[in-house]
């Protein structure tokens, strides 16, 4: 086919019985942003009174929520429920065509769905679907979801839910509106996320890639839709039903890592990602002890990690580099040339605190390692004395396959390169990754599967 599709890392939002959703998903939409920058979109769907249809509306734009929606929007968006989305795609552009939720018409009425993930036979489906005669509008995977949706004879939502799915394969966390649910399904892997809450003084449900939507909306954390399971929401309240079987469980680490935001419940014990990111900085210190005299983060995503270090080792944590908030992401750049502006116009770092030191830098990751060949080039020059580096993370060699965005394999400095090769490139001292082992037995993540593709290459859902 040669064309790739593009990858979904993306999160999505669904709200059910409250007179203005629109909203509250933008609100929840602003909270899970870090999911994906390039577009966003609401559907609303009005009530289904009895003398009425109901009604889909929507709308779409380029860039982040708060730009793209005003109050005139969303005042126009009425209705009883909706979903929201916010997308990130390295290929195809932010081209609005690929923005989501999609609505479409089928033999069941108008739904509206909204994907995070990527269907691991994406290939060999659209390549059938194409052989019988459909043709693609996007070249975002949630396509063939639709296609298959609208080839169902099945009489109801579930049923033609089940015959459109049972054949895509993982990743696939997804929101639907129908004109009287809101539908919630997790692939059977649990590859992505996807979290209930409840507002308690509206009954109202919502559904979210990230916990920390609810926050911002007053609603309460209930727990996961389980793996394979389909959450429906409608006047009648919730009703739960596992329609496929839980696989394997292949949860993403990644999004422990670093994806998700601290503040989110996701794939841990009941207990923000925050804290198991801490125990994966302490991890390192035990596994790789350094002596220094201070600790220093790469704001924001690394800071539990380089806390945790702090504590274990016991050696301060400071603010090496102080953060300017006032641009986006340096990896979310599209040129070499410009993400490495992006990293000086990111970090600075800060003189007294590092000057004549001996620093510790913790990061999340490396990916091509253009951040931190950078970073410690800056620290050299505001004087630190030695600078050694910890990665919360092994050696991330494999560009994922199921909704992570990241380079292709060449590109990534771990796939070509050693350590020590890695830590000559970035001119440090010393790099120390956290090993696979240690980041797997960090007692605060869930008992029983995650996917580790990216950093072992074991690819446990086979592509198509
Ligand atoms: P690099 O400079 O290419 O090595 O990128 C490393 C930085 O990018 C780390 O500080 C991570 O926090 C961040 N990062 C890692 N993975 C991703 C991703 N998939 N998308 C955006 N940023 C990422």
């Known amino acids: 086919m040669g064309e790739k599709a593009i990858k979904d890392k993306c999160g999505v939002f669904g709200i059910f019985g409250v007179d203005n959703p629109a909203e509250y998903t933008y609100l929840g939409l602003h909270n899970i942003q870090h999911r994906g920058q390039e577009t966003c979109g609401i559907v609303t769907s009005s009530e289904e009174k009895k003398e009425s249809k109901g009604k889909f509306k929507q709308y779409h734009g380029k860039g982040i929520v708060n730009d793209v929606f005003n109050e005139k929007i969303l005042e126009k968006l009425n209705g009883r429920a909706a979903i929201g989305h916010v997308r990130y795609s390295t290929r195809g552009g932010s081209s609005l065509n690929n923005a989501q939720p999609i609505i479409v018409s089928t033999k069941n009425g108008v739904i509206a769905i909204a994907h995070n993930g990527q269907f691991a036979n994406y290939k060999r489906l659209k390549r059938e679907l194409i052989e019988k005669g459909s043709i693609f509008k996007t070249t975002s995977d949630t396509e063939i979801a ?196 992006g990293v000086i116009k990111k970090f600075n770092p800060n003189k007294s605190i590092v000057d004549g030191k001996r620093v510790v830098v913790v990061d999340d990751s490396i990916v091509r390692a253009s951040t931190l060949k950078k970073l410690i080039k800056l620290l050299r020059k505001f004087g630190a004395k030695d600078i050694h580096v910890a990665i919360s993370c092994p050696p991330y060699k494999y560009s994922c396959y199921l909704g992570i965005d990241t380079s292709e394999k060449e590109k990534l400095i771990a796939n070509e390169k050693s350590i020590e090769e890695i830590k000559n490139f970035i001119d440090a001292d010393s790099l120390h990754y956290l090993s696979k082992q240690g980041m797997l037995d960090n007692k605060y993540l869930r008992e029983g599967g995650f996917c580790t593709y990216c950093f072992d290459g074991e690819e446990v859902i086979k592509r198509e």
């Open 146 to 341: 639709l296609h298959k949706f609208s080839k169902s004879n099945a009489d109801s939502i579930k049923e033609n839910i089940y015959e459109a799915f049972k054949d895509i394969k993982p990743s696939y966390s997804i929101v639907m509106l129908t004109k009287k649910e809101l539908i919630g399904l997790r692939d059977s892997s649990g590859v992505r996320p996807l979290v209930i809450g409840y507002i308690e003084d509206k009954d109202a449900y919502v559904l979210a890639s990230e916990s920390v939507a609810f926050d911002i909306i007053g609603a309460k954390y209930i727990g996961e839709v389980k793996s394979g399971e389909i959450v429906i929401i409608d006047d009648n309240g919730l009703r739960r039903e596992q329609l496929f079987n839980p696989g394997k469980q292949q949860r993403c680490i990644f999004e422990c890592i670093y994806f998700s935001r601290p503040d989110s419940f996701v794939f841990s014990k009941d207990i923000t990602i925050s804290v198991a990111r801490k125990e994966f900085g302490r991890q390192i210190y035990r596994e790789c002890p350094v002596d220094a005299d201070v600790i220093i983060p790469v704001p924001d995503s690394s800071i539990d990690a380089a806390l945790g270090y702090s504590y274990e080792s016991k050696i301060p944590f400071d603010w090496g580099f102080v953060r300017n908030h006032y641009i986006g992401r340096t990896f979310i750049q599209p040129t070499q040339t410009k993400r490495d502006v």
